[in-house]
């Protein structure tokens, strides 16, 4: 008679370690260039078969610590989507951490709002699985360095300190734009982004008055870590600057909490899971 030793997954996982505070496996510096016609296929053959429909990973070694949903505001931009998804997915899986993409598509031709695309991707990823942190990313921002941990900190992260654009340079201290991080808890605090931003400009200040209100204090990684490059475009349609939003975010203090998480309002009109990413389009509810 042979005695058989039965091994489940939730006991393999119990016998798991944390992962180490730092990745034992990263590069460093890497190369990227947005010149290569990439295509869906090609990045789904690439990494496909280390992630879990949705664009999902955790590392098969060790226990992460935090849970990370990351969070791509969108609309007709798949070519940047493409080299956004061949680069990242590497670095963070190098990273060693446990997370899940969502790309947050806008439905129609209606002014883009960046921000309430945001705090629709903090709830959606929420309704899924019980995420810790989440990092707000531009699709057209790839970072050169993954050393730069796509995880939370003690402080609300601004993680594109240097993008290539701006000559790698910071281009105010109150930046909060392009790639950050809060916990759920700091993302709470602050009531989310504001959902009244309509067109190009503002909301990432909003968002940093929140924190500061709140808060008081932001981190970043150095302008080494925190090197971006951006994948070149034109203004897009709908997305024109709103100078109206400048003024609006100098009255933070007074909106922030009514205009945020807690007024949030929208509709999803479709969910797609992607081996590379979760996809959901929504109808922003954009007053007429
Ligand atoms: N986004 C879309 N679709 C749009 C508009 C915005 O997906 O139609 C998303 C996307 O993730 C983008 C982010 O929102 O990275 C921020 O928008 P943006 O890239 O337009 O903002 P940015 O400040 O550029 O990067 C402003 C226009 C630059 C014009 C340069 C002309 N030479």
New binding site residues.
Partial sequence: ETSEVQVNDSAVEDSLKPCPETPPNLLGPIQVEFETNRFMDDVRKKVGSFLQMGGRYKPPDCISKQKVAII??????HEHLTHWLYYVHPNLIRQQLHYGIYVINQDGDGK?N?AKLMNIGYAEALKEDDYDCFVFS????VPLDDRNLYRCFDLPRHFSVAIDKFNYKLAAINNFGGVTALSKEQFLIVNGFPNTYWG?GGEDDDLYNRIMLRIKSISRPDAVIGRYK?IR????L??EQNPSNAKKAKETGKTWDQDGLNSLNYTVTQTIKDILFTFIAVDVHEPT
């Fill in positions: 791509i505001p969108f609309r007709h931009r883009f960046r531009d699709v057209d921002l190009w951006m475009h034109n203004r897009d709908n997305n």
